[in-house]
């Protein structure tokens, strides 16, 4: 089945490790997206790729990084810089850079003690 | 910012229509209505969207106010498993946005 996944489900990782989070879509998407969401919160941009090799930042940027080495895989790396670290991040892709319907991942949840 | 109202929460019984309500006073002729529902930890879910038709699909129907101001999404026969935060957007697909500004959206629970 085409879609996005992402693992693991969940992540424990102590203070001042960096940890890196997999996202995989088979859906030949050219746009990949991170969010980041809080308990009661909406979601929240951290960085987003339209093409392979490209990236920007979205609102939250700071203390991420990532990379767009292949079409399929948009990992996110949470840093020791990110101060509150602990949420739920979201994958997603839409099939071009036109914002139209985004296909969201099923999530990890990183817990960081 | 959200540039959408929706109430807080609802509930609806199981089998009847979920009629979820979502106030868009200040979209601009460009823009579309998206709906999107998230249930408990796990992804957002695209349902469905429209720019001024009414729309239906195998899972829900969109209803927009001749105005645009306004719109409604409707799940004709609720079940447990349409128990979720649904959340409406609007958003112009093609306006160079790169991200869909998802506010705190209706939490909808559907009792047996």
Known sequence: DGGITQSPKYLFRKEGQNVTLSCEQNLNHDAMYWYRQDPGQGLRLIYYSQIVNDFQKGDIAEGYSVSREKKESFPLTVTSAQKNPTAFYLCASTPDTRLDEQYFGPGTRLTVT | ?112
């Open chain 2, 1 to 112: 910012d959200a540039k959408t109202t929706q109430p807080t929460s609802m509930d609806c019984a199981e089998g009847r229509a979920a009629n979820l309500p979502c106030n868009h006073s200040t979209i601009s002729g460009n823009e579309y209505v998206y709906w999107y529902r998230q249930i408990h930890s796990q992804g957002p879910q695209y349902i469905i969207h429209g720019l001024k038709n009414n729309e239906t699909n195998e899972m829900a129907s969109l209803i927009i106010t001749e105005d645009r101001k306004s719109s409604t999404l409707i799940l004709p026969h609720a079940t447990l498993r349409d128990t979720a935060v649904y959340y409406c957007i609007v958003q112009n697909p093609w306006g160079g946005s790169e991200k869909l500004v998802f506010g705190k959206g209706t939490k909808l629970t559907v009792n047996p």
